[in-house]
C-alpha cells in the first residue's frame, strides 16, 4: 500500500537536459529515411521490375519510429509529459 509517506519515486531513464538533442536527432534521422523514401517511389515509377516490397516497407518502418520518437521527444522537451 502506497501513503503519504511511502512513495515510489520514478526517475526518467534520460536525463531531461537531453530531450531537445533527442528530439533534433530523431527528427533529422526520420525526415532523411522519408526523404530517401520518397526518392525511391518516384524514382522507382511504374516499373514493376524495379520495386522491392521489402526496401519499401524497411524505409518506411524506419521513418515512422524515428519520426513518432522525434515528436515524443519535442513533446518532452516543450514540457508536456505523457
Known amino acids: 500500500m502506497v ?3 511511502n512513495r515510489i519515486i520514478m ?3 534520460v536525463d531531461p537536459s537531453l ?3 533527442f528530439a533534433f536527432l530523431f527528427l533529422v534521422v526520420g525526415f532523411a529515411f522519408l526523404a530517401s523514401f520518397i526518392v525511391y517511389e518516384i524514382s522507382a515509377g511504374s516499373g514493376k521490375s524495379k520495386r522491392n516490397i521489402v ?3 524497411l524505409h518506411a518502418l524506419v521513418a515512422s519510429c524515428t519520426l513518432g520518437m522525434g515528436g515524443f521527444f ?3 522537451a516543450s514540457g508536456i509529459y505523457l
Open 3 to 5: 501513503t503519504l509517506f
Open 74 to 76: 519535442v513533446l518532452l
Open 19 to 21: 530531450y531537445p538533442f
Open 55 to 57: 526496401q519499401e516497407v
Open 11 to 13: 526517475y526518467s531513464p
